[in-house]
């Protein structure tokens, strides 16, 4: 039972960043679509049912219950699900809304009973095998995507809007400036995934001194920048940017004999110059105002940049008028499926959850954040600590612009990894 729960969690975690990919071919090529796309939650459920069931006579299983972390995961979900009775809407998208709002909150529930379960150390080591070895191939694949294989080639998959995955994305529809997805749903989730990857490589590239360790670690920052490039998404960009700066921040901190290689100082000055050498003449090109500001004057769609404005508008005013909130799969990509009231995308995941659970459910998810991200912080000594700390932050960003949280292969992975750390320390506290 409690080897069982451990291969599921592992599964679990090198699937998702292919699921959307997997899920699609299969499910279209033998009938089955809709259940290749539930079939992941399914399974969730059951690794987490086994993990409960290993732990639920374990001495230190009373302690868990205990945890204020907990308490405030459990307000969340019961708060969502009370919402159901109160707040009902189109039921099939109420279900979405519910599996996308608390799934990836139960995996990190998962991550902390089989980081209690197992040795932390060993779990943490094969978990970032996992994720690390996935995302290689997500990142190959990526680029592939760009320079070698034709736009139509997940066509041949089954993408298509009808089965729910679109099989190409251009900065505005427009087919000369093509965005990669990879196996990822959508370029701004891909780049979501790859800050943490990026955040993984570049910390233990700074760690570890074994040549060979930094050898790959360098590749995977490299090829990690390449493909963040190819997304073309500036929520993305921004985000990375961040957990960049946090990496290094927090690398200062906890080493004082640590110095910013000159090398790495000169590459980021060249690139600041060469990138505002760029941009600066060039601001009024096709391609820059394409690319950096998605605001041609050719493009008949809506300015991003305005459309989030009113967005925000429009969720703050929502917000006001119904601060308890409209119930799960009014708002967000569940919302797409709402035959009662309509679509809501808020592009800002924050927004979302205001619009469907309310101010105070706002409050719980939030509250639930920054205790993780101070539980993180608590343990900055270890780089997994740092590497999963300074995504945080990138991705924390990303879903003031995107609702990345949604994303499978971005919640999962993070949430995942972050439970696992999050109680390591909390496991061997009891030891003592």
Same mark, same amino acid.
């Given at each position: 039972?409690?080897?069982?729960?451990?291969?599921?969690?592992?599964?679990?975690?090198a699937?998702?960043?292919?699921h959307?990919?997997?899920?699609?071919?299969?499910?279209t090529?033998?009938?089955?679509?809709?259940?290749?796309?539930?079939?992941?939650?399914?399974?969730?459920?059951?690794?987490?049912?086994?993990?409960?069931?290993?732990?639920?006579?374990?001495p230190?299983? &009373?302690s868990?219950?205990?945890?204020? $972390? @907990?308490? !405030? %995961?459990s307000?969340y979900?019961?708060l +969502?699900? #009370?919402?159901v009775?109160?707040k009902?809407?189109d039921q099939?998208a109420?279900?979405?809304?519910?599996?996308?709002n608390?799934?990836?909150?139960l995996?990190?529930?998962?991550?902390?009973?089989?980081?209690?379960?197992?040795?932390?150390s060993?779990?943490?080591?094969?978990?970032? &095998?996992?994720?690390?070895?996935?995302? $290689? @191939?997500? !990142? %190959?694949?990526?680029?592939?995507?760009y +320079?070698? #294989?034709?736009d139509s080639?997940?066509?041949?998959?089954?993408?298509?809007?009808?089965n729910?995955?679109?099989?190409?994305f251009?900065?505005d529809?427009?087919?000369?400036?093509?965005?990669?997805?990879?196996?990822i749903r959508d370029?701004?989730?891909f780049?979501a995934?790859?800050?943490i990857i990026?955040?993984i490589?570049l910390?233990?590239? !700074?760690?570890t001194k074994?040549?060979?360790?930094?050898?790959?670690?360098?590749?995977?920052?490299?090829?990690?920048t390449?493909?963040?490039?190819?997304?073309?998404?500036?929520?993305?960009?921004?985000?990375?940017?961040?957990?960049v700066?946090?990496?290094?921040?927090?690398?200062?901190k906890?080493?004082?004999?640590?110095k910013?290689?000159?090398?790495?100082?000169m590459?980021a000055?060249?690139l600041i110059?060469l990138?505002?050498?760029?941009?600066i003449p060039?601001?009024?090109?096709y391609?820059?105002?394409?690319?950096?500001?998605?605001a041609?004057?050719?493009?008949?769609?809506?300015?991003p940049?305005?459309?989030r404005?009113?967005?925000?508008q429009?969720?703050?005013a929502?917000?006001?008028?119904?601060?308890?909130?409209y119930?799960?799969?009014?708002?967000?990509?569940?919302s797409?499926?709402?035959?009662?009231q309509?679509?809501?995308?808020?592009?800002?995941?924050?927004?979302?959850?205001l619009?469907?659970?309310?101010?105070?459910?706002?409050?719980?998810?939030?509250?639930i954040l920054?205790?993780?991200?101070i539980?993180l912080?608590?343990q900055?000594?270890?780089?997994?600590a740092?590497?999963?700390?300074?995504?945080?932050?990138?991705i924390a960003f990303t879903?003031?612009l995107?609702?990345i949280w949604?994303?499978e292969?971005?919640?999962y992975t993070?949430?995942?990894?972050?439970?696992?750390?999050?109680?390591?320390?909390?496991?061997?506290?009891?030891?003592?």
């Open positions: 039972m409690k080897r069982a729960s451990l291969f599921i969690f592992y599964g679990l975690l699937y998702m960043p292919l959307i990919l997997l899920s699609t071919w299969l499910g090529s033998l009938g089955v679509l809709d259940f290749a796309k539930v079939f992941k939650d399914v399974i969730l459920f059951i690794g987490f049912g086994l993990a409960l069931a290993a732990s639920f006579k374990k230190w299983f &009373k868990i219950l205990k945890d204020r $972390l @907990l308490w !405030l %995961i307000a979900a019961a +969502t699900l #009370l919402l009775l109160f009902p809407t099939d109420e279900i979405l809304g519910v599996v996308y608390l799934r990836f909150l995996f990190f529930i998962y991550a902390m009973l089989l980081a209690r379960l197992f040795e932390p060993q779990l943490l080591r094969n978990s970032l &095998k996992v994720v690390m070895s996935v995302g $290689l @191939l997500v !990142l %190959i694949f990526g680029v592939l995507q +320079t070698v #294989l034709p080639i997940m066509e041949r998959v089954g993408y298509s809007r009808e729910g995955a679109l099989p190409a251009f900065i529809n427009k087919p000369d400036l093509e965005r990669v997805m990879s196996t370029p701004n989730s780049g995934f790859i800050i990026l955040s490589s910390t233990y590239l !700074l760690a074994n040549p060979d360790i930094k050898k790959v670690t360098a590749g995977f920052v490299g090829l990690s390449l493909t963040l490039w190819y997304t073309f998404s500036r929520s993305a960009w921004i985000g990375a940017l961040l957990s700066a946090a990496v290094f921040a927090l690398r200062l906890t080493d004082r004999n640590f910013l290689p000159k090398k790495y100082l590459v000055g060249v110059v990138s505002l050498l760029f941009i060039l601001r009024n090109t391609f820059v105002q394409n690319v950096i500001f998605h041609d004057q050719s493009t008949v769609l809506e300015d940049n305005e459309l404005q009113r967005f925000l429009e969720s703050v929502a917000a006001v008028d119904n601060p308890l909130g119930g799960p799969g009014t708002a967000g990509l569940a797409i499926r709402n035959n009662v309509g679509t809501t995308l808020n592009e800002n995941y924050y927004l979302q959850i619009h469907e659970v309310g101010l105070a459910g706002l409050l719980l998810f939030l509250s920054i205790i993780v991200a539980r912080y608590s900055v000594s270890k780089p997994f740092v590497a999963l700390l300074a995504a945080l932050i990138g879903n003031l995107v609702h949604a994303n292969a971005v919640s993070w949430w995942g990894l972050a439970g696992l750390v999050v109680f390591t320390s909390k496991k061997k506290a009891t030891k003592k």
